[in-house]
């Protein structure tokens, strides 16, 4: 093979694309939902466990996206896919802005759950998997650092929104511009993969081969194969903890600072604290995965996401709320670099889709309990408290096995 001189690698093209198709899941995610739970709740007349309890069975059977995404992913394309789900999930939104009863929120939901949450998230992941190898931890830095950027706009214009025309609007709002803008970029801007364009992964010009061996698989572990790792379970359980607890706070963040004795312009400012330090995860995340062990890279995030567990309880002026805020960000900036690398780099592009899609649906089953832990807990003790530390030591031995974890070798 042989490098093109002076020409845009397209996997740029993708991942920013992929990029903007992760944002889109905003309405499918606990923190988009969250921006809209206080007069939802309000309006419909739904308690808060009854709630939690509907996001954990519309997260539960949302999973189910993640795990056949994968299987789907591999065999049709990331094009196809990408827009026919983006299509599906912001029709789903629109019609989401009318339920009146709470049978067709259940059924809401659980279709955004499905759709954004687990299937799109995948795609969105594994497009970028697809287009790199050996760049694939600078890639992944950028992709986040992009789809950050995306979610810092959207949770404050969102926020807004609700605010001063209510929750339906902006829900007609954002199913209407997943539409308009997912769609097109689908049909238009994405690609399956480099060789489907004559080239090979990261920019070299692939060299013509008329009849391509359908039966060769790229390089890499099987799905069985990478579930016999130690790492697989040490990588996919951290991150579904984080999932777990950004869901929990995500979906009643407004509750648990109003709990400390804030009101929601604290909420929302946390919500872009949050966002902009996650930023600045990316980034130390995305340099250092490139020199540092990646399950040292996650022992020290979770180690971050503990301290900011422990401290919660305790924030009582807003400057400690914002410092609260950005060991949250922090912290999940760096797991979410770590979570979108490990994949691709450690386990190869032989069954990407189904590893990602297992290591997601995780993601999303410790998301669906976070919510319904924390109702339970106020509405057992009063507080938010207990769930706090208990949490804070379930993430702290995580990180302690992931600091010591054996990293698997890669697989030609």
Not at 122 to 137: K, N, Q, T
Not at 204 to 222: Q, R
């Amino acid at each position: 093979m042989r490098r093109q001189p002076g020409r845009l690698y397209y996997g740029w093209v993708v991942l920013f694309a992929a990029a903007a198709a992760m944002v889109g899941t905003l309405p499918g995610r606990t923190q988009g939902l969250g921006l809209i739970t206080e007069p939802l709740l309000a309006d419909l007349g739904i308690g808060r466990v009854d709630y939690a309890q509907l996001n954990l069975w519309a997260t539960l059977i949302g999973a189910g996206g993640a795990i056949g995404i994968g299987r789907v992913l591999d065999r049709f394309g990331s094009r196809t896919v990408v827009t026919v789900i983006s299509a599906a999930l912001g029709l789903t939104v629109v019609l989401m802005s009318r339920v009146t009863v709470f049978a067709e929120l259940a059924v809401a939901v659980t279709l955004t759950r499905a759709l954004g949450q687990s299937a799109l998230s995948v795609v969105s992941i594994a497009m970028v998997g697809h287009w790199f190898v050996r760049r694939v931890d600078i890639a992944m830095a950028i992709y986040s650092v992009a789809l950050s950027i995306g979610f810092m706009i959207a949770f404050p214009l969102v926020g807004s929104i609700v605010q001063s025309s209510g929750w339906r609007t902006a829900w007609l709002v954002i199913g209407a511009s997943i539409v308009g803008i997912l769609v097109p970029m689908g049909l238009l801007l994405v690609r399956r993969s480099p060789e489907s364009i004559g080239i090979a992964v990261d920019g070299d010009i692939a060299e013509p081969e008329p009849e391509p061996e359908p039966e060769l698989e790229p390089a890499g572990f099987t799905l069985r194969e990478a579930l016999r790792t130690p790492a697989f379970w040490i990588f996919a359980v951290g991150a579904a903890l984080y999932g777990l607890v950004a869901s929990g706070i995500g979906l009643f963040n407004e509750s648990i600072l109003a709990e400390r004795g804030f009101g929601p312009t604290v909420y929302y400012q946390t919500l872009v604290i949050t966002a902009i330090t996650s930023l600045a995860g990316n980034f130390v995340g995305g340099w250092l995965a490139r020199t540092v062990p990646l399950n040292r890279l996650m022992a020290v995030s979770l180690l971050v996401l503990m301290i900011g567990l422990l401290a919660l309880p305790h924030v009582g002026t807003i400057a400690m709320a914002m410092a609260w805020a950005v060991m949250m960000g922090l912290g999940g900036g760096l797991v979410m670099v770590l979570f979108f690398s490990v994949w691709p780099r450690v386990y190869g592009r032989r069954q990407l889709g189904r590893i990602q899609g297992v290591a997601q649906a995780m993601t999303v089953l410790a998301s669906a309990v976070g919510p319904l832990l924390l109702a339970a807990c106020v509405e057992i003790t009063g507080s938010y408290a207990s769930m706090f530390y208990i949490l804070a030591g379930a993430v702290g031995t995580i990180a302690i096995a992931a600091a010591v974890v054996r990293m698997p070798r890669g697989r030609a």
